[in-house]
């Protein structure tokens, strides 16, 4: 090996995705930050991943089901307070909270530290969800409860309106 391959920035086979830590497409959705890191264009689609920051005090979406998707969240920093269904989890740093199809749940950062969470969604259709959202925003209106639910119905995912949609 040479001197110069030692201290080169790795290089990827062309079928291999490298997203670097300053890489990835941002969106914003008001005070949580989220990094998309892969979308499903380069894993058929099986496999969407993202990164968010969420604010203190950030309120999660409404309670909600997904239909056609797992969901997964690992807690990279801080801590964010999950209810599924009636019950309230607080996940720590190097927690794993996975949410199979049809399980109502919601999330939010209720410390007053920021949180960092990993998000996987299989298949990745969802991220378009957040894609979606980012863009009722730009068009300069608020965006509304109907607003959410409408991009959520898109996405084989409804409301949970049997139960408490505020998470805090």
Known sequence: MTEATKTSAPQAD??????GPDD???IVLGT???????????????????ESVLAPHT???PQHRHAQHDE??????????FTVADKDY??????????????????????????????????????????????????GRPLTPQDSVHAMSRYATEPATDLASDPA
């Open 72 to 81: 997964g969240f690992y807690i990279l920093s801080g801590t964010v307070r």
């Open 14 to 19: 062309p079928a291999v995705s490298v997203v």
């Open 59 to 61: 309120p999660g979406p």
């Open 24 to 26: 990835g497409e941002t």
């Open 32 to 50: 949580t930050h989220m990094r998309v890191l892969e979308d499903g264009s380069r894993t058929g689609h099986r496999l969407g991943i993202t």
């Open 90 to 139: 607080d996940a720590t740093t190097g927690t794993l909270v996975m949410v199979p199809p049809g399980v109502p749940h919601t999330f939010a950062n209720v410390a007053d530290e920021p949180a960092v969470m990993l998000s996987t969604f299989t298949p990745a259709g969802y991220v378009q969800y957040f894609r979606d959202l980012q863009d009722l925003i730009a068009g």
